[in-house]
């Protein structure tokens, strides 16, 4: 009997060339959805193996899945503080941004190729949405660290763009299924409609899953499939009573990452596995369903887009939407060039197809070239761009292992295992002058087979474990205590972090002295970390510049909100245009 | 403002001996002192300040110390190649083997943080090091330093 069990072994062995092309796409730091997608083509009815997929509708439904699962997921990650940092300059990038390269594309097409303007603006919708995972995968890959607000900017803003542009392609599918000659004022109701309906839903999900987990007494395996079930509820709950899913489950994600939730360790560790294994089988199902020996006829179009997106959509929309904001403008030089599309647009250009206004599925294969192009022309580029704009900070240190022990739910406090890391806080200081936040103690030791009580210890060693009770809001903080200082990779001290590094703590009045600096009388006793945040607000971030004089300091390390070490620039560019062709020349004499 | 304004061929010292960070900088004081004409001590002491303020290790084996001092007419420079690298308490915590000093009037202001950046940025450039720690002799040294594109003014 045949019960298609090849075809489950077809399955597993495509996600096991996927895991082990991640290995490899390491090593040439090509963007790892390219080449899964690039799989996907491989396996279809052009490659060796011939497998025929064809079946849209399935596709479309896998694909809302995965998609729910990365933003669930994404959300997840998010925490409050980069939300806090970023929300008004994403959620521009998200709305306003997404209208303008949508309304670029299409202006492009309408005039360029002589589409109808509705088609024009359903092109143009359908690749407006981003994909940060690509970027901050690249960016790891290569250990670079970009400044903190520009990091959560781009972060929030790619889950934020993806219910815009559903929303978008939504519009003008009914438009011209209803043949519509004109927008309406109704689609700013039903803009208010979605996107209300799926906030409330999202806002109040995120709370009740994280009520719910904290509510039910289980098996530990059991609630991250509590949690899965509940954000996919959330996703097609929402979708069926006709707001946006998808904004409700990124803002569910959000929510209940940043609520105390009892085995959130197991939940994030269970999301990110899924959140993997739906961008593998995302990308190779749209790379099945495409048919590559028919993309050739889509070329011309579909480059044509991929160009003026990356040339002038993006760019036009980020400059525009961002200049409320006074980022830099090698900071929107780089927000423009890391507007990488990721699976949304292709999966979004099914809908099309499905509403029967594209039989032939042009769109999908223009949607499927322009990703292809993005991916590969800004994905592999963008380190590159990174340190050329002078924005790749040194990475952060890699944290120090730790394991959270669930304890008893009532108490509020975690409890959590850390292997001590050489050149760490913990290990340069002794213990009674280690000064671990609040309420926050270290209640045993284990060194090698001892098990040892801090007031016996001196100082913690490089390879202890030590137990520590610690407040869940210090959690993220104490890591600081136990991981290396800085990152010691012999990486460059980008030229962006600054000519010295400079001991935050220290007074005003020693940089004052030793660099002949004017300063205010007021500033002279300020540490420079006090100083920089007089200038900057309490809520700076990493990559933070305050200039003082003719020099600038940078922001290089925070624990919690002290900032530990800051770099000093001598000679900082000026800002704009000029500093910018400045940097350019200087850095075209360095390379010769 | 270019290296050569800095630096002189007598001020280039291919094969200095040192076991730790203090002990090098009192060596630097030492020669330092014998050009500048000040007291070795007071040197010493500046570049000690300075480091209190964050190390100037600034990575890959390079160190720029650098400080003000009152009595000095004009920028003193002094490139010293160390015979065996020493932890210099270095951001990377990376050995240091290469050491550029700077010493600057206290009335130098705009001068003294241009030519630190001139210094700060010749040195930046890893392949050029290399070629430092190649050459053993001090003409040679005091000629790479000098000729680089990176050594003159823009």
Same mark, same amino acid.
């Given at each position: 009997?045949?019960?298609g069990f090849?075809?489950l072994?077809?399955g597993?062995?495509?996600?096991?060339?996927?895991?082990?092309?991640?290995?490899?796409?390491?090593? !040439?730091?090509?963007?790892?959805?390219?080449?899964?997608l690039?799989l996907?083509m491989l396996?279809g009815e052009?490659?060796?193996?011939?497998i025929q997929?064809?079946d849209?509708?399935?596709?479309f439904l896998?694909?809302?899945?995965?998609v729910?699962v990365?933003l669930?997921?994404?959300?997840l990650?998010?925490?409050?503080?980069?939300?806090r940092?970023?929300?008004?300059?994403?959620?521009?990038?998200?709305?306003?941004g997404?209208?303008?390269t949508?309304g670029v594309?299409?202006?492009?097409l309408?005039l360029?190729?002589?589409l109808?303007?509705?088609?024009?603006?359903?092109?143009?919708?359908?690749?407006?949405?981003?994909?940060a995972?690509?970027?901050?995968g690249l960016?790891?890959?290569?250990?670079?660290?970009?400044?903190d607000?520009?990091?959560s900017t781009?972060?929030?803003?790619s889950?934020a763009?993806d219910p815009?542009g559903? !929303?978008l392609?939504?519009v003008f599918?009914?438009?011209?299924?209803?043949?519509?000659?004109?927008?309406d004022?109704?689609?700013?109701?039903?803009?208010v409609r979605?996107?209300?309906?799926?906030?409330?839903?999202?806002?109040?999900?995120g709370?009740g899953?994280?009520?719910?987990?904290?509510r039910?007494?289980?098996?530990?395996?059991?609630y991250p499939?509590l949690?899965?079930?509940?954000?996919?509820?959330i996703?097609?709950g929402?979708?069926?009573?006709?707001?946006?899913?998808?904004?409700?489950?990124y803002v569910?994600?959000i929510?209940?990452?940043?609520?105390r939730?009892?085995a959130?360790?197991?939940?994030?560790r269970?999301?990110?596995?899924?959140?993997?294994?739906?961008?593998?089988?995302?990308?190779l199902l749209?790379?099945l369903?495409?048919?590559?020996?028919?993309?050739?006829?889509?070329a011309?179009?579909a480059?044509?887009?991929?160009?003026?997106?990356?040339?002038l959509?993006?760019?036009?929309?980020v400059?525009l939407?961002?200049?409320p904001?006074?980022?830099?403008?090698?900071e929107?030089?780089f927000?423009?060039w890391?507007g990488l599309?990721?699976?949304?647009?292709?999966?979004?250009?099914l809908?099309?197809?499905l509403?029967d206004?594209?039989?032939?599925?042009?769109?999908?294969?223009v949607?499927?070239v322009a990703?292809?192009?993005?991916?590969?022309v800004q994905?592999w580029?963008?380190?590159?761009v990174?340190?050329?704009?002078g924005?790749?900070l040194?990475?952060?240190?890699?944290?120090?292992?730790?394991?959270?022990?669930?304890?008893?739910?009532?108490?509020?406090?975690?409890l959590?295992?850390?292997?001590?890391?050489?050149?760490s806080r913990?290990?340069?200081?002794?213990?009674?002058?280690?000064?671990?936040?609040?309420r926050?103690?270290?209640?045993?030791?284990?060194r090698?087979?001892q098990v040892?009580g801090?007031?016996?210890?001196?100082?913690?060693?490089?390879?202890?474990?030590?137990?520590?009770?610690?407040?869940p809001?210090?959690s993220?903080?104490?890591?600081?205590w136990?991981?290396?200082?800085?990152?010691?990779?012999a990486t460059d001290l980008?030229?962006?972090?600054?000519d010295?590094?400079?001991?935050?703590?220290q007074p005003?009045?020693?940089l004052?002295?030793s660099?002949?600096i004017?300063v205010?009388?007021?500033?002279?006793?300020?540490s420079?970390?006090?100083?920089?945040?007089?200038?900057?607000?309490r809520?700076?971030?990493r990559?933070d510049?305050?200039?003082?004089?003719?020099?600038?300091?940078i922001v290089?390390?925070?624990?919690?909100n002290?900032?530990?070490?800051?770099g000093?620039?001598l000679?900082?560019p000026p800002?704009?245009w000029?500093g910018?062709?400045?940097r350019?020349?200087r850095r075209?004499?360095?390379?010769? | 403002m270019?290296?050569s304004?800095?630096?002189?061929?007598d001020?280039?010292?291919a094969?200095?001996?040192a076991t730790?960070?203090?002990?090098?900088?009192q060596?630097?004081?030492?020669?330092?002192?014998?050009?500048?004409?000040?007291?070795e001590?007071?040197?010493?002491?500046v570049?000690?300040e300075?480091?209190?303020?964050g190390t100037t290790g600034?990575?890959?084996?390079i160190?720029i110390p650098?400080?003000?001092?009152?009595?000095?007419d004009r920028?003193?420079?002094l490139?010293?190649r160390?015979?065996?690298?020493?932890?210099f308490?270095?951001i990377?915590?990376?050995?240091?083997d290469?050491v550029f000093?700077?010493?600057?009037?206290?009335?130098?202001?705009?001068d003294?943080?241009k030519?630190?950046?001139r210094v700060?940025?010749?040195?930046?450039?890893?392949?050029?090091?290399?070629?430092?720690?190649?050459s053993?002799?001090g003409?040679?040294?005091?000629a790479?330093?000098?000729d680089?594109?990176?050594s003159h003014?823009?």
């Amino acid at each position: 009997m045949d019960f298609g069990f090849q075809w489950l072994a077809l399955g597993a062995l495509l996600i096991l060339a996927s895991v082990f092309a991640h290995l490899v796409s390491r090593r !040439f730091g090509a963007p790892i959805l390219l080449v899964f997608l690039l799989l996907g083509m491989l396996a279809g009815e052009d490659g060796p193996l011939g497998i025929q997929y064809d079946d849209a509708r399935n596709a479309f439904l896998i694909g809302s899945l995965a998609v729910a699962v990365i933003l669930f997921d994404g959300g997840l990650r998010t925490p409050m503080a980069a939300i806090r940092a970023a929300w008004a300059p994403s959620l521009s990038l998200a709305t306003v941004g997404v209208i303008l390269t949508a309304g670029v594309v299409a202006a492009f097409l309408s005039l360029v190729f002589a589409l109808d303007w509705r088609v024009a603006m359903l092109i143009g919708s359908i690749v407006a949405a981003t994909d940060a995972a690509a970027v901050f995968g690249l960016l790891d890959q290569h250990g670079i660290g970009l400044p903190d607000r520009l990091s959560s900017t781009l972060e929030v803003e790619s889950g934020a763009n993806d219910p815009m542009g559903v !929303f978008l392609t939504v519009v003008f599918v009914e438009m011209l299924q209803a043949n519509q000659p004109f927008l309406d004022l109704m689609v700013l109701a039903a803009f208010v409609r979605d996107m209300g309906i799926g906030l409330v839903i999202g806002l109040l999900g995120g709370y009740g899953l994280a009520w719910l987990v904290n509510r039910i007494e289980m098996t530990g395996g059991l609630y991250p499939i509590l949690v899965f079930a509940g954000a996919l509820l959330i996703f097609s709950g929402t979708q069926t009573v006709h707001g946006s899913g998808f904004l409700a489950v990124y803002v569910a994600g959000i929510v209940f990452g940043n609520r105390r939730v009892r085995a959130l360790q197991l939940i994030v560790r269970f999301f990110d596995g899924l959140t993997w294994l739906g961008q593998i089988v995302l990308f190779l199902l749209l790379g099945l369903l495409v048919t590559p020996s028919q993309l050739t006829e889509a070329a011309p179009l579909a480059i044509s887009v991929a160009i003026v997106l990356i040339v002038l959509a993006r760019p036009i929309a980020v400059m525009l939407s961002l200049a409320p904001f006074g980022f830099t403008l090698r900071e929107q030089l780089f927000v423009s060039w890391v507007g990488l599309r990721g699976a949304v647009p292709i999966f979004l250009a099914l809908l099309p197809f499905l509403a029967d206004l594209d039989p032939e599925r042009r769109y999908f294969r223009v949607a499927f070239v322009a990703v292809l192009v993005s991916l590969a022309v800004q994905g592999w580029t963008m380190p590159f761009v990174a340190r050329r704009l002078g924005l790749a900070l040194p990475p952060a240190p890699e944290p120090a292992p730790r394991l959270d022990v669930d304890l008893i739910h009532a108490l509020d406090r975690d409890l959590i295992a850390y292997e001590v890391k050489p050149h760490s806080r913990a290990t340069d200081w002794p213990i009674h002058d280690l000064h671990l936040p609040e309420r926050t103690h270290i209640v045993s030791v284990l060194r090698g087979d001892q098990v040892l009580g801090p007031e016996s210890l001196e100082r913690l060693q490089a390879n202890d474990v030590a137990l520590v009770l610690t407040p869940p809001e210090h959690s993220l903080a104490v890591d600081r205590w136990f991981s290396r200082r800085f990152a010691s990779t012999a990486t460059d001290l980008p030229a962006n972090a600054g000519d010295f590094v400079l001991d935050g703590a220290q007074p005003m009045r020693e940089l004052a002295e030793s660099y002949g600096i004017a300063v205010d009388k007021d500033d002279l006793d300020l540490s420079l970390a006090d100083a920089i945040q007089k200038r900057l607000g309490r809520n700076v971030g990493r990559g933070d510049r305050a200039r003082i004089g003719p020099i600038a300091l940078i922001v290089l390390d925070k624990i919690g909100n002290e900032i530990k070490r800051v770099g000093l620039m001598l000679d900082p560019p000026p800002e704009g245009w000029r500093g910018l062709l400045a940097r350019l020349r200087r850095r075209g004499r360095a390379d010769s | 403002m270019d290296i050569s304004d800095l630096i002189t061929p007598d001020r280039v010292v291919a094969h200095l001996k040192a076991t730790s960070k203090k002990q090098a900088l009192q060596e630097l004081a030492r020669r330092a002192a014998a050009f500048t004409g000040l007291h070795e001590r007071a040197i010493f002491e500046v570049l000690l300040e300075r480091e209190r303020l964050g190390t100037t290790g600034v990575g890959h084996g390079i160190a720029i110390p650098h400080g003000k001092l009152a009595n000095l007419d004009r920028l003193y420079g002094l490139f010293a190649r160390l015979d065996a690298p020493i932890d210099f308490d270095a951001i990377d915590e990376q050995p240091v083997d290469l050491v550029f000093l700077l010493l600057a009037p206290e009335s130098a202001g705009a001068d003294h943080l241009k030519a630190l950046a001139r210094v700060s940025r010749l040195l930046r450039d890893r392949a050029f090091c290399e070629k430092l720690r190649g050459s053993s002799n001090g003409d040679a040294l005091y000629a790479l330093l000098t000729d680089s594109p990176a050594s003159h003014a823009a």
